[in-house]
C-alpha cells in the first residue's frame, strides 16, 4: 500500500510540473463556453446576422435553460472527452519513454504493477477534475447567463448522465495505454485516439454504434436522436477500459524494456 501511494505521489509531482495537463484544461475549458454561446444566441434571436447560428443552436439545443445547456456539455465531453482524456492517457504513459526515464522509474524498489496501477490512478483522477471544473465553469456560465430554472429532479439527472458519460469516455481511454508501452511513445495511442473518434462517427451513422464501444456514450447521450442503448453496449464499454487496463499492466511485467 505505502509503494502504491508513493508512486502516486510521484505521478502527481509530474503532472502538477507539467504544463501538458494545464493547456488540455484550457482546451477542455472551451466546452461550456461553447454551450454557453449557444444559449445567447438563443436568448437573442438574430444576434448573429443571416441566422444561420441560431438555426444551428436551435437544432442542437432547443431551449436557453439548464437542461439544454447541461445536455450540450454532455454531448461535447462524450465526443471530446474521448480526445482529451485519451491524449492525457497517452501523455501519461508515453512520456517515460520520450524523456528517458523509464529505465529509472522501473529500476525503483515497487513492482511494475504498482507503478502502472499508480498511473491508471493519477489518469483517471486528473480526467475526474477536468470535469470538475468543466462543471464549476459550467455553473458560473449558467448564472451569469440566467438560465431558466430546471423543473424539479431534472437538473440531477441531466448531471448524472454527464457524469456517466464522462466515465465511459474515462474507460475507453484505458487502450492508449497499452499502444503508448507497446509503441514505446506519444504517436502511435494518439494515432489510434484519433482513429477511434473517427471511426465512433462512421459506425454511429451507419447505425451499428451500440456494438462499437467509443460510440456508446454520443449514442447514449441523444446526440443521435432518440436510440435505445443495449445493456451489451455499456458492458462492451467496460471489457474495453478493463481489456486496457490489464493488458497494459501484463505487457509491462513481462516485457523485456533492455532492448
Known sequence: MNSLLTAIWAELLKVRRSRVVWLTWLAFSFLPLMAGFFMILLQNPGLVSGGMMNEKAKLLTGKADWISFIGLITQGVAVGGLLVFGFLTSWIFGREYADHTLKDLLALPMARS?????????????????????????????????LAVWPGNAWLASLMLLVKTAGLTILLSFPAALLATIGRGY????????????????????????????????????????????????????????????STVLWCQYADFDK
Open 187 to 246: 504517436l502511435a495511442p494518439i494515432g489510434f485516439v484519433v482513429l477511434t473518434l473517427v471511426l465512433a462517427q462512421i459506425i454511429a451513422a451507419a447505425g451499428l454504434g451500440s456494438y462499437f464501444p467509443w460510440a456508446v456514450p454520443g449514442l447514449n447521450t441523444g446526440m443521435a436522436g432518440s436510440v435505445a442503448i443495449p445493456r451489451v453496449s455499456f458492458l462492451l464499454v467496460w471489457l474495453t477500459g478493463l481489456a486496457g487496463f490489464v
Open 114 to 146: 504498482t507503478i502502472m496501477l499508480a498511473k491508471f490512478i493519477v489518469v483517471s483522477g486528473v480526467c475526474l477534475l477536468l470535469l470538475a471544473a468543466i462543471v464549476l465553469e459550467g455553473f458560473l456560465i449558467g448564472k451569469w447567463l440566467h
